[in-house]
């Protein structure tokens, strides 16, 4: 595990850091709530999010909800992905006003439109337990990506991960809009949800993956420095994200976007039902990323890993895809030769002409994901 390179003197100790005490004991009982949600416009499309609260931590988790039927008055009759908790009335005393303004409401906010939501009744049936086949055949099974916290590589473009396209990935790919179950031929608009859990470096907090990185910079790999500051290779967990989908209605038949099969085993043991598993291919490992003339110049060049951005491709990155792989038992197959590793950082812009097909490499028996496309710059 130590490298030859980093002297034996700093190989051999690092200080333990004292056990951190939770702010509180941890109730039996898991109890989430949805305090607000509002439409937010993406490069992708418009999406919901939603901010929760819940009983056991003090972090504020979040959805991104992709639902866009909600917002279009002429759609069919479906149920929709909604929140349990927020579409409660809270108290007597609130008024529409206070449901509509924290986000229960129905279809778009506008000056000439504020309708307020239905509480959520035990008899009338969740989003997947419809009474009519018309409502189950007409919409696809959603598809759910849970997202952990990466502060650096999302907020900052840091291509030491690929969390920040994985997040794009998830919300673009979710909301791609798919075959109607019923009648293949119709396109229908794609609906899931990405469940964002504030759980930074594998659960360990940014400053101490922050010390993480300094480890690797001296050779070790992102597992063997999670386990030298004294942490496990993974401290997330799943109890919460299985809250919040069953808030949602998302625990009886899901898609998930995961190569992670602890992920999909929590969930298992949550109750939650995944139909199918989709898997996420790094954007460097699929074949799109070998495309030459991208970089020529006069092209736009948007964030690597931002929402909306382009593909990155660097020595870094590579070592951490290679790593989830082969030391965390991530489900995807390793690149060919042909994908060289790279040894200096490049990004991928965005294309410049519009509809370049993006082909990712699916992993055999899996569901591939719709090729990527892109507009003009
Ligand atoms: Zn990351």
Request: proline fraction near 11%; include cysteine; glycine fraction near 8%.
């Amino acid at each position: 595990m130590s490298p030859t390179h980093v002297p034996g003197y700093l190989s051999s100790q690092i200080t333990p850091k004292s056990p951190s005490i939770p702010p509180w004991p941890r109730p039996t009982e898991l109890i989430v709530q949805c305090k607000a949600r509002t439409r937010v416009p993406t490069p992708h499309g418009p999406v919901f999010l939603h901010i929760y609260h819940n009983n056991w931590d003090s972090k504020e988790h979040l959805v991104v909800v992709i639902d866009p039927a909600q917002l279009d008055e002429n759609a069919p009759p479906q149920e929709f992905i909604r929140s349990r908790s927020l579409d409660a009335r809270w108290h007597d005393e609130e008024t529409d006003m206070d449901r509509i303004v924290r986000g229960a409401y129905v279809g778009r906010l506008s000056s000439t439109r504020a309708a307020p939501s239905r509480p959520h009744t035990p008899s009338s049936p969740s989003p997947l337990e419809s009474s009519t086949s018309d409502i189950l055949d007409s919409v696809p099974v959603p598809i759910v990506r849970i997202h952990s916290e990466c502060f650096t590589g999302e907020t900052i473009g840091s291509m030491r991960c690929d969390c920040g396209e994985q997040l794009d990935e998830a919300i673009r790919y979710i909301s791609h809009p798919q075959p109607s179950p019923r009648t293949p031929e119709r396109l229908v608009p794609g609906r899931g949800a990405v469940i964002y859990l504030r759980q930074e470096g594998r659960g360990i907090g940014l400053l101490e993956k922050i010390r993480a990185y300094n480890l690797q910079d001296m050779g070790y790999d992102t597992v063997a420095a999670n386990l030298m500051l004294g942490h496990g290779a993974d401290e997330r967990g799943y109890e919460i994200a299985a809250a919040i989908m069953r808030d949602l209605g998302l625990d009886t038949e899901v898609r998930l976007l995961t190569n992670n099969p602890e992920k999909m085993e929590a969930l298992r043991k949550e109750g939650i039902i995944v139909k199918e598993r989709l898997p996420m291919v790094p954007r460097s490992w699929s074949d799109h990323a070998n495309g030459t003339g991208r970089l020529g110049g006069g092209l736009r060049k948007p964030g690597a890993t931002m929402i909306g951005g382009g593909a990155a491709r660097g020595a870094d990155l590579e070592k951490y895809l290679r790593t989830k792989v082969q030391r965390m038992g991530h489900l995807l197959e390793l690149p060919t030769p042909a994908h060289p590793q790279p040894t200096h950082d490049i990004v991928l812009p965005t294309a410049p002409s519009a509809f370049v097909k993006m082909t990712l490499s699916p992993v055999s028996g899996l569901t591939p994901l719709p090729t990527r496309t892109q507009r003009e710059p």
